[in-house]
C-alpha cells in the first residue's frame, strides 16, 4: 500500500518569514494530494490540494508543488501569521481511491 | 446543516469493556471513514464505508468493528477495550467519485481512554 513521509515534525518560524513542509510518497499511481490543518484541540481542515495533472497550486499565502518524477510534493506558507501555528498533515490517494494515506503531521509554531 | 457530527465527545473505559461511537452527516456524502489519532503518528484508518451497504478495512483494523447503519450514519464499536486503543477517534465523510471535490470532512472527535 501507500506509504507517505512527512518531514519536519516540528518547525518554528518568525512571524513574517515562510515555511516549507515536505512529503514523498511511494505508490506512483497515486495521484491526488491534500493538504489539513488542525489547530488544537480541534478537527483537520482542508487546505489546499494539488491532483497529478498540474505542478503547482496557489491559494492566497499557501501554495503547493508536486514532483510526480521524485515522487514528493511540498507545502509552502508565506508571510507567516501567528493563526498560521498549527499541526499539517499532508496525504496521498489515487483520485477516485476512497482511502487516504496521511503523513505523521508536522507541527508548525510561528515565532511573534 | 451540522456537517459530520460524533458523540460521545469524552469515554473513559476500563479494560475488557465495551462501546459504540456513533458518527451522522447531513451532507448526502456516500463515503464515510474513521481514524485514530495518536502523537506522532497522524491519521490511521481503522475502517471505510464506500457506501450504504458496503465497508472495508484500512490500516489498523484489529479490535473493531463497524456498522454503515444507512446513509448518513457509520458506527465504530469496540467489543473488548484494551489500554492499546486510547486514542482520539475522528470519523470523516466525502463524496464518491474521481471528479468534482475529494475533500473529507471531519467530525470533532472522540477522546477515548482505556485503563
Known amino acids: 500500500g501507500e506509504n507517505v513521509e512527512q518531514h519536519p515534525s516540528t518547525l518554528s518560524v518568525q512571524e513574517g518569514d515562510s515555511a516549507v513542509i515536505k512529503c514523498t510518497y511511494s505508490d506512483s499511481a497515486s495521484n491526488y494530494f491534500p493538504w489539513y490543518k488542525q489547530e488544537l484541540g480541534k478537527r483537520p481542515q482542508l487546505i489546499i490540494d494539488i491532483r497529478s495533472n498540474v505542478g503547482e497550486k496557489k491559494d492566497q499565502r499557501i501554495a503547493v508543488t508536486l514532483n510526480k518524477t521524485a515522487k514528493h510534493f511540498s507545502l509552502h506558507i508565506t508571510e507567516t501569521q501567528p493563526e498560521d501555528s498549527a499541526v499539517y498533515f499532508c496525504?496521498?490517494?489515487?483520485?477516485?481511491?476512497?482511502?487516504?494515506?496521511f503523513g505523521t503531521g508536522t507541527r508548525l509554531t510561528i515565532i511573534p | 446543516n451540522a456537517g459530520v457530527t460524533q458523540t460521545p465527545k469524552f469515554q473513559v473505559l476500563k479494560t475488557g469493556q465495551s462501546m459504540t461511537l456513533q458518527c451522522a452527516q447531513d451532507?448526502?456524502?456516500?463515503?464515510m471513514y474513521w481514524y485514530r489519532q495518536d502523537p506522532g503518528m497522524g491519521l490511521r484508518l481503522i475502517y471505510y464505508?464506500?457506501?450504504?451497504?458496503?465497508?472495508d478495512k484500512g490500516e489498523v483494523p484489529n479490535g473493531y468493528n463497524v456498522s454503515r447503519l444507512n446513509k448518513r450514519e457509520f458506527s465504530l464499536r469496540l467489543e473488548s477495550a484494551a489500554p492499546s486503543q486510547t486514542s482520539v477517534y475522528f470519523c470523516?465523510?466525502?463524496?464518491?467519485?474521481?471528479?468534482?471535490?475529494?475533500?473529507?470532512?471531519f467530525g470533532p472527535g472522540t477522546r477515548l481512554t482505556v485503563t
Open positions: 496525504a496521498a490517494s489515487m483520485g477516485g481511491n476512497e482511502k487516504l494515506t
Open positions: 464505508s464506500a457506501s450504504e451497504g458496503t465497508t
Open positions: 470523516a465523510s466525502r463524496t464518491t467519485g474521481q471528479v468534482g471535490p475529494l475533500e473529507q470532512y
Open positions: 451532507m448526502n456524502h456516500n463515503s
